[in-house]
């Protein structure tokens, strides 16, 4: 029961076009609050105009909706709060990231060089080439076989360090805003 | 009262107004025009439509009101404000810090009182 009223859609639709600075939901929710209570005074019996007047011009009631919502907290002391919360955040959860980092580095860097050791000391027993103080007790086909794959497991690693380090480049990057945004 | 009361008043208001929206949504929720006819009878603290709406909706945004569509006898599904966990948090401590601020408020207004030469 919306009233059909060129009066009152004009009054919404000015309202409407007063949000824009506002996100959708909060638009469309304050438009409908708006709606909403002249239907409800309406049909309590107040006389439209009397309702207008009370709710102020859809200008002045945009504007109000605008200083609640966007202007409720001096930016610069939020935003330089902001870094600093966020830098310690940053410093605190980068013990995990150091852990990770360390973690597939030792394991890149020993596996792709053991697997290219165990290789060539396979190649070297089986053709009795082998340093005297060095025995091979596994079986030197086995070996060659193996070797090559705990170097692919050690690349694999090192792989994902570097992508590890590409990504947290990134995040670092985007949850520090710009310095200069704090002088606003 | 004056132009500078007025101001003051209003000042005043605004703080505390947060503080009762909350109050009357403690117990059930509430639309739009029946939360501001509730606070149109509240004297000095009545606050105007373009008061109370703007409020709401920064409360909902600050994540301390809900807003759900219920049917209504009059018209289409109306718009229901209550109170959210944070909301029902944030109210305990408003009232709390009003009954302290009050209690200040009183002792101060009775210094003035026992020192009247």
Known sequence: MTPDNPVVTRYLRNLDAGLSGLNETDRAEAVRDIEHHITDALAAGEPLDRVLTALGSSESLARAYSLELLLKKPAAFTVRHNRTLRLIGLVLVGGLPTLIAGILGLVGVILSATGVILFFAARAALSDTLPAFLTMDADPHLVMIVGPMLSVVGLLALGGLWLYFHLATKVAMRVLPPKTVTRT | ?117
């Open chain 2, 1 to 117: 009262m004056n132009d500078n009361t007025a101001d003051w008043s209003s000042q005043l208001r605004r703080g505390v107004l947060e503080l009762c929206i909350l109050q009357v949504l403690r117990r059930e929720a509430s639309y739009g025009y029946e939360i501001v006819t509730t606070l149109g009878t509240l004297g000095p603290l009545a606050a105007g439509e373009n008061t109370v709406y703007p409020l709401l909706r920064r409360l909902k945004t600050d994540g301390l009101l809900e807003t759900f569509l219920r049917d209504s006898p009059t018209g289409p599904p109306r718009q229901y404000y209550r109170l959210s966990p944070d909301g029902r948090r944030r109210l305990g401590a408003l009232q709390k810090e009003w009954e302290a601020m009050a209690e200040a408020v009183d002792q101060c207004m009775n210094l003035k009182k026992e020192n009247p030469s």
